[in-house]
């Protein structure tokens, strides 16, 4: 199955994520019970992508998440302790083991500027975008070529009260492409220069990186090494200890809660028989 395919089946909640297997907990996050356990255990990344409203003709309707779910989600973290210190590699959990958390977002969409930024200040939480280099105040390209939705992209200004706020940013490339589909050369640029141009742009290093759809192999990774950054993050499930390679550090996806097609019926013939 095409690496696009499983990504979709995963954000449409079809699908367990690599990294799951034996872990007893939902393939991804909705609220912080069922996870309560596992996040004891090392520093939860949570991953978004989209917030707010869908708009009409979204396929993965799954990268949406509604603010008052978002909401809902940072007031129950503030609740049990949570904290999001600076991110990068947790090189320590000592003093407050369990209680330190990573917000991420994928591709640095406005609707998370307009949806998120006030939620974040008043539960006392900072996050980090990753942002698409040569599409700030754009839109996403990458994701239309395969008929998705228009969707606008963080500009300038919006990039820079993100950064006011106490947040930070981190590459997610030029363009948004699979990395191990590209000849070196042109993955290196993508890493390389979405970097420089990140630093020229909001006047501050840029230390972390995020693989698009999560694509990535020992070459790409040493790219990535190579360019300067501090960290790199996957799409593999898990959180994350001292022991955690940098450069592939986990996260879980945060999403609303659905059914597959095979649990609703599933669901409906039980309910038939009874």
């Known amino acids: 199955m095409a690496l696009a395919t499983v990504e979709a089946n995963v954000l449409n909640g079809e699908a367990n994520p690599p990294g799951r297997a ?11 019970k069922p996870f309560a356990g596992l996040f004891a255990t090392g520093m939860p990344s949570l991953m978004y992508h989209k917030l707010g409203p869908r708009p009409r003709g979204v396929r993965l309707k799954g990268l949406y998440l509604s603010r008052s779910l978002f909401d809902r989600q940072l007031s129950e973290l503030r609740a049990a302790g949570f904290a999001t210190p600076a991110y990068g590699r947790p090189t320590s959990l000592e003093g407050n083991p369990g209680r330190s958390i990573a ?8 609707n998370v500027f307009e949806h998120g930024l006030e939620p974040l200040a008043r539960h006392g939480f900072r996050a980090v975008e990753f942002l698409v280099a040569n599409l700030i105040g754009g ?16 500009d300038e200004t919006q990039v820079k009260e993100w950064l006011a706020a106490g947040n930070e940013i981190g590459s997610h490339t030029l363009t948004h ?18 970097k420089k141009k990140l630093e020229d742009r909001f006047g501050r290093p840029v230390r972390h990186f995020c693989y698009p759809y999560g694509d990535w192999n ?11 950054y ?9 959180v994350n200890t001292g ?27 039980r309910a038939r028989f009874r």
């Open 243 to 269: 022991a955690t390679p940098p450069f592939e550090l986990k996260r879980i996806l945060a999403r609303y809660q659905s059914i597959s097609f095979k649990a609703l019926k599933e669901r409906l013939t």
């Open 177 to 194: 492409p699979f990395l191990t589909r590209l000849s070196l050369k042109a993955a290196k640029e993508e890493i390389t220069a979405s």
């Open 22 to 32: 034996n872990s007893g907990v939902p393939p991804y996050f909705t609220s912080l």
């Open 103 to 110: 917000l991420t977002f994928d591709d640095g969409f406005a």
């Open 218 to 228: 020992p070459a790409v990774r040493d790219q990535v090494i190579a360019a300067g």
């Open 139 to 154: 839109c996403n390209e990458w994701e239309m070529q395969e008929g998705e939705a228009r969707q606008s992209m963080m």
């Open 230 to 238: 501090e960290t790199a993050c996957t799409t593999d499930f898990g």
